[in-house]
């Protein structure tokens, strides 16, 4: 897995001192101050120029970090002893052997139950050394010391958890929601039937609906505390532990209308809640009478929400384009809507960011194919170049989240064709994939730990280690993708930290382990073939510069404030 081999460059080193300093001034007890809030800004800052990569490795200090301020204790959601597999002991003695030190430090945290605590403290200061991280280094050594070994501590013994990691639960809207019975526990399903033939059936847990119809599920939007955010069909958000505990029990109002929400994002203090009526955008202040909350609605039909590494929320909003809202401009967000293609229908976006720190934005812009175009913020139009696919419709588009390039990504058409980018701003002519097993209207795509998820009216398919293989161009040689299905009406999937896939269904969400996914792609047999061709398609040609030119003007929305701003583009 690429994200956990961060580049160690000097941006990565000052956020990991920055993080130390963080965890000194906490450990000497000052949650508060001007100190404490200088190195929390600095960390905000340094963040938005991190990819992603070395996102996923800052964090892994952050919480190796937390353990030492724990005094060795485990998290109070950690797993038993008797949850670690022989699969992850085998994964932490093949890192250790292998010296892939990133690795090793992922998997003493999966191991951390069935290791005593002085144990646990050197083996972390050995990878941070051999990683070259010296000053994390010595705070293991000094923690390791500080144990008297003849009453190693286990890591299932119950400690305080630090202050600084109780979650923020915001009130989205002033007006208060209908109360909702909590969601106290996820329930355990396993398999009591034969699979059918191709079929798989994996335990899965589930979030109950009570009274919360869920119509939305992510990731908590706001860092640590939370792992889990739903959003409902009548427009309420509720955040949930890993286990399915919440403290919002009654739930927030994230849609002043009520409509369903279909994406939940956040960047720093602000979240965007998208629904098919409004976009809001709440503010969340911490306060002496607790958490001050402020937010901003604006009317557009919004078919989800991201955040971008350098502090942007994006909406696809169908023929209506693409709304951009700057949430670091001083009071209520600037927003504009951007279309600089002819008959745009933007279904959904997403934003990459290149190993020099260049954001590029890549829409599935439906029968008008994929758009595409760099980012550099603060832009009343983008100038979007589309690459067309013979009419398909292009449904939904995710980056690859694999190999050595940033800007890899994979469009999926309502057929489920699938078109894979070895860069989106370059490739013109992406290849394509289709796979007979791949039944009805695909509707969703994401890529994780090498593979993807495709997701139907018909249920969800793991097209096992496509990704990978396609990023090292193993396809055209005949690699076999083994597929698993699995039959169901699923409303939405999504990843989640790279552990889980969540699962909206009708009835409530499935919690899928992707770990047991893992361990259920079947080895292929050597006689398999692949059962079709790998080949390019022919594309559209692009329009050339003249007809790319954008004649940009403003649109009269009722209801709108003046900060509000839809530029269309359309081709002259």
Known sequence: MNHINPTIDTRFRNYVELQLRRHLLLAEGKED??????????????????????????????????????????????????????????????ARTAKDWHRTLLYLRICSPILTTEELASLRADAYAAIGLSDIEKTFREFAKSIEAKQPRKQGENVDVAKNETPV?????????????????????LPQVSPKAGEFYLPFETFPSNQFDVSWAGPYPLGTGFSFCLGSKDGRVLFTDANGDTLDSTGSKGSISGTSINGIAGWRNWIAVATRSEVGFVKIT?????????????????????????????????????????????????VTANDSVDKMDCNKVICL????????????????????????????????????????????????????????????????????????????????????????????????????????????????????NFSLNLLESGKVTQI????????????????????????????????????????????????????????ESLPSDQDQAAIAH??????LTTNYRRILAKAS
């Open 169 to 189: 639960i915001p009130t989205f809207l002033d007006e208060p929601a209908e109360p909702a019975e909590a969601i106290t526990k996820l329930a355990t399903h």
């Open 353 to 468: 960011r290149s190993a020099d720190g260049q954001e590029v934005i890549a829409c599935a812009n439906r029968f008008s194919g994929v758009a595409v175009a760099p980012f550099v913020g603060n832009q009343e139009k983008i100038q979007l170049q589309t690459i067309g696919f013979n009419s398909l419709d292009i449904i939904d588009i995710c980056p690859l989240n694999w190999g050595p390039n940033p800007l890899a990504a994979v469009a999926l058409a309502t057929d489920g064709k699938l078109f894979f980018f070895t860069d989106i701003l370059k490739d013109k002519r992406p290849k394509q994939m289709k796979f007979n097993r791949v039944k009805g209207i695909a509707s969703r795509l994401l890529s994780s730990r090498g593979h993807l998820f495709v997701m139907t009216d018909m249920g969800f398919y793991v097209l096992a280690n496509l990704a990978a």
């Open 484 to 539: 698993l299905e699995q039959t169901m009406s699923s409303v939405d999937i999504s990843i989640v930290h790279e552990q889980w896939l969540l699962v909206v269904m009708t009835d409530g969400v499935r919690k899928y382990d992707l770990n047991i996914i893992d361990k259920n792609v079947p080895e292929p047999i050597p006689e398999q073939r692949t059962n079709e061709a790998y080949k390019q398609i022919d594309t």
């Open 554 to 559: 403003r649109l009269k929305v009722p209801d």
């Open 286 to 334: 911490p306060s002496e009478r607790g958490i001050d909350t402020i937010a901003y609605v604006y009317q557009a039909s919004a078919r989800g929400v991201i955040s971008t590494a350098s502090g942007y929320f994006m909406a696809p909003l169908g023929p209506d384009g693409l709304m951009i809202a700057d949430p670091k401009t001083l009071g209520e967000p600037s």
């Open 33 to 94: 101050g001007p100190e404490i809030a200088e190195v929390e800004d600095s960390l905000g800052e340094i963040w938005d120029q991190l990819d992603e990569a070395q996102r996923q490795g800052v964090k892994g200090v952050g919480s190796d970090l937390n353990w030492v301020r724990r005094k060795g204790g485990a998290p109070p959601k950690g797993k038993a002893p008797t949850e670690i597999t022989p699969n992850d002991k085998r994964g932490l003695d093949e």
